[in-house]
Nanobody, 119 residues
Framework: QSQVVESGGGSVQPVGSLRLSCAAS????????MGWYRQSPGKERELVAS???????NYTDSVKGRFTISKDTDKNTVYLQMNSLKPEDTAVYYC?????????????WGQGTQVTVSS
């Protein structure tokens, strides 16, 4: 099985930037997609961005043009560069690694990292 560990959350003012990292370990060869979900109080968990082994990316509409997902294959690490942050981006961000395009609860999930955008 694969495991993932997130880092890089924190507090930032509106229009600021943060970069999240997600390092995968274990059965790396089985990973087809990695990405980030987020969840804020009272809301359902939503996909933020994902990237496949073939470098195909996907973003939720609210972050397009502001967030960029990338990966360093040598380091088995995925990054989420978040620019022009808004208060509505405040959430716990969860990284995942999955052998399929859409992750399930049985895939590798991180413990979550808090992102707070506030003035």
């Amino acid at each position: 099985q694969s495991q993932v560990v997130e880092s890089g959350g924190g507090s930032v003012q509106p229009v600021g930037s943060l970069r999240l990292s997600c390092a995968a370990s274990g059965t790396i060869f089985s990973i087809n997609a990695m990405g980030w979900y987020r969840q804020s109080p009272g809301k359902e968990r939503e996909l933020v961005a994902s990237i496949t082994a073939a470098y195909s990316t996907n973003y939720t509409d609210s972050v397009k043009g502001r967030f960029t997902i990338s990966k360093d294959t040598d380091k088995n690490t995925v990054y989420l560069q978040m620019n022009s942050l808004k208060p509505e981006d405040t959430a716990v961000y969860y990284c995942y690694a999955s052998p399929t395009t859409i992750p399930t609860i049985f895939d590798a999930w991180g413990q979550g990292t808090q992102v707070t955008v506030s003035s």
